[in-house]
């Protein structure tokens, strides 16, 4: 049994205290004894819980300068002044798509002269709420909230007409962004988030990942019982579909941790009732079954991520040159926390595939979050990050929707600016438990 731990604490928040009934949970990360009394946790302890929402910060050079990344590692400003930077995708000729939900549409930009930075920056495609976008050979995909369309590429990387090849999908609710991405067996897979925190859905594709094929037929669920996964993908050498969950909130500010899954048809993964290593959802009763039932019919994630840090797009290392250890490994854009005390996220996760499968969790970008004596709440962050890909050459895109930048990763060994080194951003606390766990990344 893994940290089979509780705390007793006061709900608070910080800025605008509210007063609010106590809620229920069970700290720590551990897993739940299946022969417990069902009840557990059900009997008054009480949830610590936060508002703080660091400041934002704008861009400059010399908070870019402070920026953590592995030795050798190097970045840059690709393009700035976009608004609402989200999604992103890179074609094979070097053209990065970039879809703008706010502003309904989708950007092409370009680096004519090979200098690191855009020079082209032009709409390619408009719709309302446009965030999904996935680029298969000459084809993109793009997914608003409820319909998914195609396009084709022109030879300038512009795109031709949009046709939709399936829609009614459910609406957004408190997770409307949805995303698609082309897997190994030529299907299409878009994640369609919960409506809610934690509740029990009336439509079966809300809180799941949708498979169908490119022109839209055979629909079906590939996974269900998760809450929000935007960040996903398919591990270049096994086929093997994985992604970050988004937890639950207030069910304290070290609960829930955002979750790494191997994604498999068919199966289930615990939300809205169960949770890290099968433990209860002490809101919410699962119907016509018990917690231990419904755990043993739910699988568990293979990791474990700091509380409430927002994984976003993820991206597997698969083209062009890095260093060895880098490739085929996972790159997930945290967007940052809004409800945790000290905040979590506002960082690049990175995780480490050997031979086809995960062995290490590692920080890989870091120092988006800072702290700062002017702000109200101790601490000022220059960026939410949303967007994470991969250009032909090996260089990482990062976006950031809050100031509208895309920054660019690359390895330039020993010319490189020396830097610190990056740390997971407040994940010192002696019981979050992090990482991979064992019996479940094998």
């Given at each position: 049994m893994r940290f089979a731990t509780r705390s007793l604490a006061t709900f608070?928040?910080?800025?605008?205290?509210?007063?609010?009934?106590?809620?229920?949970?069970?700290?720590?990360?551990?897993?739940?004894?299946?022969?417990?009394?069902?009840?557990?946790?059900?009997?008054?302890?009480?949830?610590?819980?936060?508002?703080?929402?660091?400041?934002?910060?704008?861009?400059?050079?010399?908070?870019?300068?402070?920026?953590?990344?592995?030795?050798?590692?190097?970045?840059n400003v690709f393009a700035r002044d976009l608004k609402n930077a989200r999604m992103m995708r890179i074609a094979d000729d070097g053209t990065?798509?970039?879809?703008?939900?706010?502003?309904?549409?989708?950007?092409?930009?370009?680096?004519?002269?090979?200098?690191?930075?855009?020079d082209?920056?032009?709409?390619?495609?408009?719709?309302?709420?446009?965030?999904?976008?996935?680029?298969?050979?000459?084809?993109?995909?793009?997914?608003?909230?409820?319909?998914?369309?195609?396009?084709?590429?022109?030879?300038?990387?512009?795109l031709g007409e949009l046709e939709k090849i399936a829609g009614d999908f459910p609406e957004g609710g408190q997770h409307p962004n949805r995303m698609v991405v082309m897997g190994p067996d030529n299907r299409l897979y878009v994640s369609v988030g919960s409506t809610c925190n934690a509740c029990g859905e009336t439509n079966d594709e809300n809180a799941t990942i949708v498979s169908l094929n490119?022109?839209?037929?055979?629909?079906?669920?590939?996974?269900?019982?998760?809450?929000?996964?935007?960040?996903?993908?398919?591990?270049?050498?096994?086929?093997?579909?994985?992604?970050?969950?988004?937890?639950?909130?207030?069910?304290?500010?070290?609960?829930?941790?955002?979750?790494?899954?191997?994604?498999?048809?068919?199966?289930?993964?615990?939300?809205p009732y169960v949770y890290a290593m099968s433990r209860f959802n002490p809101q919410d009763t699962p119907p016509d079954q018990s917690f231990s039932d419904y755990a043993a019919g739910s699988q568990e994630p293979i990791g474990l991520h700091t509380p409430h840090s927002a994984p976003m797009q993820l991206a597997f290392a698969t083209r062009g040159r890095l260093p060895a250890e880098y490739s085929g490994d996972a790159f997930v854009a945290m967007r940052g926390s809004w409800n945790r005390q000290p905040p979590s996220g506002y960082e690049v996760l990175r995780v480490d595939f050997e031979n086809g499968r995960p062995v290490a969790m590692k920080p890989f970008l870091t120092g988006f979050l800072m702290k700062d004596e002017e702000s109200p709440t101790g601490w000022g962050q220059m960026g939410r990050l949303a967007g994470m890909a991969q250009g032909p050459d090996g260089a990482l895109y990062l976006s950031d929707d809050e100031n509208g930048v895309i920054y660019r990763i690359t390895y330039e060994g020993e010319r490189a600016p020396e830097r610190a080194e990056p740390e997971f951003t407040n994940a010192d606390s002696g019981n979050l438990a992090l990482g991979l766990v064992a019996d479940g990344a094998r």
């Open positions: 608070a928040t910080l800025g605008a205290l509210a007063s609010a009934a106590p809620a229920v949970a069970q700290a720590g990360a551990g897993s739940s004894d299946p022969s417990a009394d069902e009840d557990r946790g059900r009997k008054g302890v009480e949830i610590t819980g936060h508002v703080l929402k660091p400041v934002p910060l704008e861009w400059s050079q010399d908070r870019m300068d402070r920026l953590a990344l592995p030795p050798g590692f190097a970045i990065l798509y970039l879809t703008r939900r706010k502003q309904g549409d989708v950007l092409m930009l370009r680096d004519t002269n090979g200098d690191g930075v855009a082209v920056n032009r709409v390619a495609a408009s719709k309302e709420q446009m965030h999904g976008i996935e680029v298969a050979g000459n084809t993109v995909y793009l997914m608003t909230v409820n319909d998914l369309y195609r396009a084709p590429r022109n030879a300038d990387g512009t490119p022109d839209g037929s055979d629909r079906r669920i590939f996974a269900s019982g998760l809450r929000n996964t935007i960040g996903y993908g398919f591990e270049p050498a096994t086929g093997t579909a994985y992604g970050f969950d988004h937890g639950i909130d207030w069910l304290g500010d070290n609960e829930q941790h955002e979750e790494f899954n191997r994604l498999e048809d068919g199966k289930r993964y615990g939300w």
